[in-house]
């Protein structure tokens, strides 16, 4: 089973052999630079793709009050989501995708706003725990984050190239491999508004 320190120390053996860590508290430069970033780099990779280890469904809280824009709902943005995918339809998923937006409401909280009176969401969920971790998604995890502490750590530009260039790679086929397990029918193609928000 994987921790956050194996995947740091993936992370600095990526850049060097000479660099390593025994936890990530202890008073050095190396844990430093990583406690800086590994939250965000996490997260962001989480949020790069609709990794299934970390896939969820679940109905969010109504709100009430006036609903910003041209929505009819306003609903509570899950406090472990890092990424909404879709609202479900109900009527199965070779049908239209429902509209949605994300926005900040009037008391300047993160609110989704639909037209779904009881809208099940699906959103990539905050997983911190390593150990729910796909495989491939640690060894990804891991040059991604040797990208962001390769600068602050050798002073090498060149092996924080070299780190984004291996982490690109390791994301592609990480998610190519997640993208293949299971069948899910084909759904429908986004319609243009949704296209041109991306």
């Known amino acids: 089973m994987s921790s956050e320190v194996q995947i740091a120390r993936l992370a600095l053996q990526s850049i060097g052999d000479r660099f390593d860590i025994a936890s990530l508290t202890e008073a050095s430069p190396e844990a430093e630079q990583v ?3 590994f939250d965000n780099v996490r997260d962001m ?3 790069e793709h609709p990794w299934k280890f970390a896939r ?3 109905t969010p809280a109504s709100l009430s ?3 910003p824009g041209n929505w009819d709902y306003m609903f509570s943005y899950p406090s472990d989501a890092l990424r909404v995918l879709r609202i479900v339809n109900p009527l199965g998923d070779d049908q239209p995708p429902i509209r949605f ?5 009037s008391s300047d909280a993160r609110v989704i ?3 779904e009176s009881e809208p099940t969401l699906e959103y990539t969920q905050q997983i911190t725990d390593p150990q729910q971790f796909d495989p491939q998604f640690i060894t990804a995890l891991a040059y991604r984050l040797a990208q962001y502490i390769a600068m602050p750590i050798t002073g090498d530009r060149q092996i924080m190239a070299d780190m984004k260039q291996l982490a690109d790679a390791e994301i592609s086929k990480a998610q190519a491999t ?6 899910e029918a084909p759904r429908p193609a986004e319609a243009t508004w949704i296209a041109a928000r991306a």
């Open 101 to 105: 937006e994300i926005a900040r409401n």
């Open 65 to 67: 009050g006036v609903v």
């Open 56 to 58: 969820k469904y679940s």
């Open 45 to 47: 990779v989480l949020r």
């Open 35 to 37: 406690n800086l970033v």
């Open 113 to 115: 706003l639909c037209n």
């Open 178 to 183: 997640d993208a293949n397990e299971g069948f």
